[in-house]
């Protein structure tokens, strides 16, 4: 083998092993219309900006309060795209919710739970535009991690870094 081929042979891991080594999304709030697409996660260490610019477009929009969220949450949605194949803008439903929202919502709803993952920044409520919603909760239930959650009717897929479980 000469050295030509040796580094022709040599290149397609090394692209592999550099795009294994960043994480990003594309999400957009449906509520506030907003897009962001952040690096969250490069050469094996979390990125601030990334995160930040995450967590902001993951805020509570009816209080605009931002917090922390669960940097696991966003690889896990991360794994949810990268075993869809899926390149386009993930929508969210919901981020982050203040306790005192949750708390106005599950007054409104019986489907709001009273100790919500939403409002320990653990959960996202999200769809894929092109692809079934049946399609994201298997991707999401075949990782087991934390709980995942469909609701057809409103259109969303419930993903969460709590115990593992689903409904």
Aim: a positive charge.
């Amino acid at each position: 083998m000469t050295a030509a081929t040796l580094a022709v042979g040599a290149a397609p891991a090394t692209m592999a092993a550099s795009s294994a080594q960043r994480r990003s999304l594309k999400l957009r709030n449906l509520h506030t219309g907003e897009t962001v697409e952040a690096v969250f996660w490069e050469n094996g260490d979390y990125r601030g900006e990334g995160l930040k610019s995450l967590n902001r477009l993951l805020r509570d929009h009816r209080a605009n309060e931002v917090t922390r969220m669960d940097p696991k949450l966003l690889d896990l949605v991360y794994n949810i795209k990268k075993k869809l194949g899926y390149k386009g803008t993930i929508e969210v439903i919901s981020g982050y919710r203040s306790a005192k929202t949750n708390a106005k919502l599950r007054a409104r709803s019986g489907g709001v739970a009273k100790r919500s993952y939403h409002t320990r920044g653990m959960a996202m409520d999200i769809r894929m535009p092109g692809v079934a919603l049946s399609k994201v909760r298997q991707a999401a239930r075949s990782l087991k991690v934390g709980g995942v959650g469909y609701y057809p009717k409103s259109n969303f897929v419930h993903v969460d870094t709590g115990p593992v479980r689903s409904w």
